[in-house]
């Protein structure tokens, strides 16, 4: 499978506990993504990587979110004390970039915050 | 500010029927791309199509065909005879054109459901 891959498809946390979900990419593509979907809304853009520098986070991203992609391969996404209003679909998409704008998303990550 | 917008929520139609899911959106940049997204039931987003904005003939793949028109900023997506399995959550999404190295991230408008019945 030369997909985008997410690890896990599904967490459940108590609130204030931190989780950590992966996403790794198709190969050679430089660009990664994260955005986070809500029951009912189109994805929300949280985060963008270009190799291993990350070059946008968006104002949804609070300080108790964190994201890495060392050696411009794999990423995580780490939450830190999580809230109720943190329960949401994240996902991972990865794009080879210019000419092509296409993203291709993972299945995502369901976290459920009790 | 970049925008999208689905105004249908939820669609619903009987199989074979033709079905066309509109999508309008806003942008400053005259340079641009628009796509399509299919989010089935198992959830993962998959990509249908992009348009360039300086592209704008009209494309047709086998029963999908898109209609994107510059001077009402909409870019229409119609499935002729469709099928139960055309059953899912429909994204339409903008991205900006730019420089190499620059962030490309997707506007998307809140989806259309659509239901196809036997």
């Known amino acids: 499978d030369t997909g985008v891959s997410q690890d896990p498809r599904h967490k459940i946390t108590k609130r204030g506990q931190n989780v950590t979900f992966r996403c790794d990419p198709i190969?050679?593509?430089?660009?990664l993504y994260w955005y986070r979907q809500t029951l009912g809304q189109g994805p929300e853009f949280l985060t963008y990587f270009q190799n291993e520098a990350q070059l946008e986070k968006s104002r949804l991203l609070s300080d108790r979110f964190s994201a890495e992609r060392p050696k411009g391969s794999f990423s995580t996404l780490e939450i830190q004390r999580t809230e109720q209003g943190d329960s949401a679909m994240y996902l991972c998409a990865s794009s080879p970039g210019p000419p092509s704008y296409e993203q291709y998303f993972g299945p995502g990550t369901r976290l459920t915050v009790t | 500010a970049q925008k999208v917008t689905q105004a249908q929520t939820e669609i619903s139609v009987v199989e074979k029927e033709d079905v066309t899911l509109d999508c309008v959106y806003e942008?400053?940049?005259?340079?641009?791309?628009l796509f399509w997204y299919k989010q089935p039931p198992s959830g993962e987003l998959v990509f249908l199509i992009r348009?360039?904005?300086?592209?704008?003939q009209n494309e047709i793949s086998g029963r999908y065909s898109w209609n994107f028109q510059k001077s009402t900023s909409s870019f229409n997506f119609t499935i002729t005879a469709s099928q139960v399995v055309d059953s899912a959550v429909y994204f339409c999404a903008l991205s900006e054109r730019k420089p190499t190295g620059a962030n490309s991230k997707l506007t998307f408008g809140k989806g259309i459901t659509l239901s196809v019945r036997p």
């Open positions: 942008t400053r940049d005259t340079t641009y791309y």
């Open positions: 348009r360039n904005s300086f592209d704008e």
């Open positions: 190969s050679e593509h430089n660009r």
